[in-house]
């Protein structure tokens, strides 16, 4: 790739180049200062924060707000830091993403290769299901979620993010399977393969990077929501959003910005992790599906 | 009772009906080409054949077996499809067996018919390949070869040469050939190339707009088509159609048109039918083959009913083997088939002959033969 598209590259002088490289650095630097006032402070001592600069090196490195955030801080009642919150918050984001991904790359197949009556119509709907604001739900998905007995629990909060997180993953699939050749389904069924062998050997194995926007996708979305979490969770369920609110709100002691600052690195670490491993299949595959198309 | 037979088969899309009641039988062991403009109903019919497509009413048989509703995988066919339809993430080798492993075939015999198709096809070295690391050839017989691993009753191909670039459709073409040669095993196959459809078939339906215009042999299509839509577009150059006045004198029939120079040209007609003299006075169009319109020495030595005529030339095209010679005889363009030393020189008169055994009538309103 990178030799190929040499030729084609735009030659710009020295001086240009040199600008340009300046430009990006500034932005760089302009993004880069908040993480780094997070994670400068949270190697500090609190005594350090309060009375000094923000921007200050840590002048004794310290790895006890960290500690502290992830198993000790006070949250809601007990002290227990944030380390059942985060794995709530996996017990939560795995399913949710899984089932999500996987009904959505199901009825993009179900919609682009066994077109029946009405399936755009029912398509449109599917898409509606992306724009409908979370706030409207809130009070009809409370009654369901009673009415299941699923009222406080993990997987009351995966099905409320499978069921919001079908539409878009739907719509991702079925752009992406319909560049998919029918040739290819049709030479399948003749070989005698049926509905979910084509779908399991033929179609699956193809869909690499639609299957990485998908998760990507889905899981910054559940892992950062907080709406969702503080509605309906209880807590023994509450996802890591909501306790990191409640380590930040809690209204006795002093403040300890360190641990907060260790606290809320943690709860988005995951999420940076996800889009450092995958973030380059992401451009890749939601480009997949319009070039081909 | 053929070993595949459509009978009475239409299909329709709500309303509209793109196949008019379609009936064609087909023995074991025959060639049969559907070839057609595009959009008449070839990959359709195909695909009912193959179970992909419905049948709105009528029926198809396979060996006697009525398929209408028959599942793909249980009319024992296999298809080869225009782009190939090779699973992008499965090798050559699994392309190939994969068909033999959802029938349930055990291993060790999927490899061994694998084995043997691969040697047969010559890719053998092709076969841990994924599809995408091959040419457009090699593609082509993998396709192939994923059809002829599971021996099927009917081999099915939708233009499966049409991706190719010309040498190589050529090829692929004999390869085709000597398969069906070897193997006798029944085969249809779509295409919009009219030579493709002469050099490959033993049997060719034409079919223009839903309906087969004329079904038969290359020979019959070739040389007596049915109407005029199957005359052009059989043939290439396409045959010359000329008005021409019918005049019956006794037993004896000629056709009269007009020259480039104004004169009245009389040419006779070999054994008339009595619905040709039936026609005395009117016009009807004649149809002549390039290669039965040539100079004189050029002319078939065997027919015996060579007319010779004056006419001037508007433009040669040297072909190699042959030069095309264009001329106006009865206000239409006419293309001669002359040899590669030819005398005849744009704007000059020259000596063209009529081989008018060959030579076939149509209805100017009908369009159809007068047979
Ligand atoms: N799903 C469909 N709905 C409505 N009409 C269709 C559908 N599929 C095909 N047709 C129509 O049926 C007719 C025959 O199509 P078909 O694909 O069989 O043509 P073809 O002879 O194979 O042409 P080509 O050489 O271009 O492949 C066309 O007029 C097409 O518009
Ligand atoms: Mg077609």
Redesign the pocket.
Known sequence: MSVASQDTTIRTGRVTRALIYLTLLLFALFYLMPLFVMVVNSLKPLHEITSGNMMALPEVWTIEPWRKAWSEAQIGVQATGLKPYFWNSIKMVVPAVFLSTMLGALNGYVLTKWRFRGDTILFGLMLFACFIPFQIVLIPMARVLGIFGLAGTTWGLVLVHLVYGIGFTTLYFRNYYAAFPTELVRAAQIDGAGFFQIFWRILLPSSGPIIVVSVIWQFTNIWNDFLFGASFADFSSQPMTVALNNLVQSSHGVKEYNVHFAAAILAALPTLLVYIVAGRYFVRGLMAGSVKG | MGFLDIDNTTKS??P?E??HEIDITVEEGEFLVLV????????????MIAGLEEITSGEIRIKDQVMNGVHPSKRNIAMVF?SYALYPNMTVGQNITFGLEMHGVPKAERDKAMNDVAQLLQIEQLLDRKPGQLSGGQRQRVAMGRALVRNPDVFLF??PLSNLDAKLRVDMRTEIKKLHHNLGTTIVY?T?DQIEAMTLSTRIAV?NG?YVQQLGTPKEIYDTPSNLFVATFMGSPSMNLIPVKLRVDGEAVVAETESSEGDTLSLSVPNPSARLKSYNGQTVTMGVRPEALTDAEGADHRSTHIEKVLNKVTVTEPAGSDTFVTTTIGGAECVARMRADTEATPEEVTEFAFNMEKAVFFDPKSEDRIV
């Open positions: 899309y709500g509209v793109v196949l057609g403009p595009s959009g008449c109903g070839k990959s359709t019919l195909l695909n225009q939708d233009e779509v919009h079919m839903g």
